[in-house]
């Protein structure tokens, strides 16, 4: 609190220093700047004067594509010289991503009655900790700050191929411009991520925030998690509007199915779930908010790809892409598959069931849920190696309960003898 209120007195100090004297009628703007201040967000800064005490002072930003318009009260001084400052940081309802290009204005009152309206003015949110530099072709542009030009140039025609391919399959074209940022490693990526702020035990390669950028990290297969990353910004054009809601299956299993295979994990994952007939029931996949231990976050991406592809793969092409307009118009999850493919949720999970050897899965039907929005967070993420995947995972559980059981086998023995005793 001391430091803000210094660094707003330092403000003040600085751009009354710098005022002009000459005098105007109403309000007047004397500076407004904005000042980059990586990962922490961005400082704004409006120095007013005016002949009546200013009373009001309003900050108004909008982060396009797809962001609202939100008015913020920001810390001000008071009389008829006021410097006034909003500091716009990452919170979790929204996350600056490198890229952001912040739209503002102010709007300021006095006394007298006279308004203010700022001009818009944009600027870009940077990650400054690196020289970026930049590569363009179409609507695509990769900014990297590693790796030679060949491979920079190799994943940019992966992006373009990646991005072609996922218009044909979901039915849809991205026009607006695409930002993809490229990491040198994960680590580098942590503070461009909102996935990666706080957690542990999952590594995040890769992630979409705003529907026009995507962060990826160079660590393992950079190709498949351009691919994957990139499929979802189709994705979610390809629903865009006020009711595209998708289950987080058909979400990520799509962008998984524009890799050019799972990651390894994900594949043994779902090889070993099928072996202990032990898969995810598909409506408990509708959402993301499964448990987010390293085994089921493989598990969830490997059925999911699993799903997406048997859909693709046995029937015609088409109808996957006429199952997102459907999702589009608003239709809920199992009316959306029974239009399409005249299943409902259970009748697509027993078909795939029966595509990968198992039984049919015998639950009654719940009442059919609304639909599940689409998740905001879409992040490409592996096991960090610190949690078991191996066959035993489950072993200590079992070893939990068969304790727990033995324990109640002797306290009823022990109660059986007292009652014998005391008869």
């Given at each position: 609190m001391k430091r803000s209120l210094l660094a707003l007195a330092f403000a003040v100090a600085l751009l009354l220093a710098n005022a002009p004297l000459s005098s105007a009628d109403g309000i007047v703007v004397e500076d407004n700047r904005a000042r980059n201040e990586f990962p922490n967000g961005v400082v704004f800064t409006v120095a007013l004067r005016s002949d009546a005490e200013i009373t009001d002072v309003t900050f108004r930003y909008v982060i396009p594509p797809e962001g609202a318009g939100v008015y913020e009260e920001p810390e001000c001084t008071s009389g008829e010289r006021m410097v006034c400052t909003f500091n716009l940081a990452s919170s979790p309802k929204l996350f600056l991503v490198p890229g952001a290009n912040i739209v503002y204005h102010w709007q300021a009152e006095d006394a007298a009655g006279n308004t203010l309206e700022t001009e818009a003015a944009t600027f870009v949110y940077e990650d400054d900790r690196f020289e970026w530099k930049s590569l363009t072709e179409g609507n695509l542009t990769l900014n990297y700050y590693a790796g030679s030009d060949s491979e920079v140039r190799a994943l940019m025609?992966?992006?373009?191929?990646?991005?072609?391919?996922?218009?044909?399959?979901?039915?849809?074209?991205?026009?607006?411009?695409?930002?993809?940022?490229?990491?040198?490693?994960?680590?580098?990526?942590?503070?461009?991520?909102?996935?990666?702020?706080?957690?542990?035990?999952?590594?995040?390669?890769?992630?979409?925030?705003?529907?026009?950028?995507?962060?990826?990290?160079?660590?393992?297969?950079?190709?498949?998690?351009?691919?994957?990353?990139?499929?979802?910004?189709?994705?979610?054009?390809?629903?865009?509007?006020?009711?595209?809601?998708?289950?987080?299956?058909?979400?990520?299993?799509?962008?998984?199915?524009?890799?050019?295979?799972?990651?390894?994990?994900?594949?043994?994952?779902?090889?070993?779930?099928?072996?202990?007939?032990?898969?995810?029931?598909?409506?408990?996949?509708?959402?993301?908010?499964?448990?987010?231990?390293?085994?089921?976050?493989?598990?969830?991406?490997?059925?999911?790809?699993?799903?997406?592809?048997?859909?693709?793969?046995?029937?015609?092409?088409?109808?996957?892409?006429?199952?997102?307009?459907?999702?589009?118009?608003?239709?809920?999850?199992?009316?959306?598959?029974?239009?399409v493919y005249g299943l409902d949720q259970d009748g697509l999970e027993n078909a795939w069931r029966e595509s990968v050897g198992l039984p049919p899965r015998q639950t009654a039907k719940p009442t059919e849920p609304g639909s599940t929005p689409l998740p905001q967070l879409t992040p490409f993420q592996v096991g960090d190696g610190s949690e078991s995947t191996s066959d035993d995972a489950g072993f200590p559980v079992a070893i939990v309960a068969a304790g727990i059981a033995a324990t109640l086998v002797v306290l009823a023995v022990v109660v059986l003898v007292l009652r014998r005793r005391r008869s």
């Amino acid at each position: 609190m001391k430091r803000s209120l210094l660094a707003l007195a330092f403000a003040v100090a600085l751009l009354l220093a710098n005022a002009p004297l000459s005098s105007a009628d109403g309000i007047v703007v004397e500076d407004n700047r904005a000042r980059n201040e990586f990962p922490n967000g961005v400082v704004f800064t409006v120095a007013l004067r005016s002949d009546a005490e200013i009373t009001d002072v309003t900050f108004r930003y909008v982060i396009p594509p797809e962001g609202a318009g939100v008015y913020e009260e920001p810390e001000c001084t008071s009389g008829e010289r006021m410097v006034c400052t909003f500091n716009l940081a990452s919170s979790p309802k929204l996350f600056l991503v490198p890229g952001a290009n912040i739209v503002y204005h102010w709007q300021a009152e006095d006394a007298a009655g006279n308004t203010l309206e700022t001009e818009a003015a944009t600027f870009v949110y940077e990650d400054d900790r690196f020289e970026w530099k930049s590569l363009t072709e179409g609507n695509l542009t990769l900014n990297y700050y590693a790796g030679s030009d060949s491979e920079v140039r190799a994943l940019m025609q992966t992006g373009i191929e990646g991005l072609q391919r996922m218009e044909s399959l979901v039915g849809t074209s991205v026009h607006f411009p695409v930002k993809v940022f490229l990491y040198d490693s994960a680590r580098d990526m942590g503070p461009a991520s909102y996935s990666s702020q706080g957690q542990e035990g999952v590594i995040t390669l890769g992630e979409v925030f705003f529907s026009d950028t995507a962060v990826i990290a160079a660590d393992v297969v950079p190709h498949d998690v351009l691919r994957h990353e990139l499929a979802h910004i189709v994705i979610r054009q390809a629903v865009e509007g006020p009711f595209g809601d998708l289950p987080a299956w058909l979400d990520e299993g799509t962008a998984t199915y524009a890799q050019s295979e799972p990651l390894s994990n994900e594949e043994q994952a779902l090889e070993r779930a099928i072996d202990r007939n032990d898969v995810l029931s598909l409506r408990s996949m509708s959402s993301s908010s499964l448990g987010r231990t390293s085994e089921n976050v493989s598990l969830f991406y490997g059925q999911s790809w699993s799903l997406v592809s048997f859909l693709v793969d046995t029937y015609d092409p088409a109808k996957f892409a006429q199952l997102f307009a459907v999702f589009k118009e608003g239709s809920t999850i199992d009316k959306a598959l029974q239009q399409v493919y005249g299943l409902d949720q259970d009748g697509l999970e027993n078909a795939w069931r029966e595509s990968v050897g198992l039984p049919p899965r015998q639950t009654a039907k719940p009442t059919e849920p609304g639909s599940t929005p689409l998740p905001q967070l879409t992040p490409f993420q592996v096991g960090d190696g610190s949690e078991s995947t191996s066959d035993d995972a489950g072993f200590p559980v079992a070893i939990v309960a068969a304790g727990i059981a033995a324990t109640l086998v002797v306290l009823a023995v022990v109660v059986l003898v007292l009652r014998r005793r005391r008869s």
